[in-house]
């Protein structure tokens, strides 16, 4: 099992940056598939990008040049740059694992972008 614990959401503006950290509970050396997903108020919950050991990185297309995931395996932590924020990137973003099958999600943390 792995407990997930997300951090940084906020307030941010149209144009500024914000950086979301999701602190895993054990070594994610192993956690093969690592991710951050939003889900808007009457939006279905969607995938914002993935960190694969084996296959890199990945974003969806409308966050794509905006936000990088990366991983701190020293830290047990991935982390999710957002930069040039839009209103429309305002959400509940999910931190997530797949780990031997099972999905791990954390509670969320809200960030909230103004024009």
């Known amino acids: 099992q792995v407990q997930l614990v997300e951090s940084g959401g906020g307030l941010g503006q149209a144009g500024g940056s914000l950086r979301l950290s999701c602190a895993a509970s054990?070594?994610?050396?192993?956690?093969?598939?690592m991710g951050w997903y939003r889900q808007a108020p009457g939006n279905q919950r969607e995938l914002v990008a993935l960190?694969?050991?084996?296959?890199?990185?990945n974003c969806a297309d409308f966050v794509k040049g905006r936000f990088t995931i990366s991983r701190d395996y020293s830290k047990n932590t991935i982390y999710l740059q957002m930069d040039s924020l839009k209103p429309e990137d305002t959400a509940v973003y999910f931190c997530?694992?797949?780990?031997?099958?099972?999905?791990?999600w954390g509670q969320g943390t809200q960030v909230i972008v103004s024009s």
């Open positions: 960190d694969s050991n084996s296959g890199g990185t």
């Open positions: 054990r070594s994610i050396f192993s956690i093969n598939v």
């Open positions: 997530n694992a797949v780990d031997e099958g099972y999905n791990y």
